[in-house]
């Protein structure tokens, strides 16, 4: 079995930072892309940023310059560093994996973790 934890949301004041972490434990045999997707209230859910296992990263538009996103391959882990944040980023923030436990690849989603940026 594979757990994802989200952690790391909390309430900030515009211009803020936060950094999200998601860790991934159980029968882990390699991880290949890791996601962070968000949910504002209403509206859909949107891929926020994205790093693939050889380091390439992506992001949405609304982020660049602002949101980074790493991962530390030893610890089955990946972060997002959000800088400057805006109250517009006010989401549930949710990392996704896509994890192999050496027989067959699957995706698993965090349980979420709130980011509530104030004006």
């Known amino acids: 079995q594979v757990q994802v934890v989200d952690s790391g949301g909390g309430l900030v004041q515009a211009g803020g930072s936060l950094r999200l972490s998601c860790a991934a434990s159980?029968?882990?045999?390699?991880?290949?892309?890791m996601d962070w997707y968000r949910q504002a209230p209403g509206k859909q859910r949107e891929l926020v940023a994205s790093?693939?296992?050889?380091?390439?990263?992506n992001y949405v538009d609304s982020v660049k310059g602002r949101f980074t996103i790493s991962r530390d391959n030893a610890k089955n882990t990946a972060y997002l560093q959000m800088n400057n944040l805006k109250p517009e980023d006010t989401a549930v923030y949710y990392c996704?994996?896509?994890?192999?436990?050496?027989?067959?690849?699957?995706?698993?989603w965090g349980q979420g973790t709130q980011v509530t940026v104030s004006s």
């Open positions: 996704k994996l896509r994890i192999s436990n050496g027989i067959i690849w699957n995706h698993f």
């Open positions: 159980g029968s882990i045999s390699s991880i290949n892309a």
């Open positions: 790093i693939t296992s050889g380091g390439s990263t």
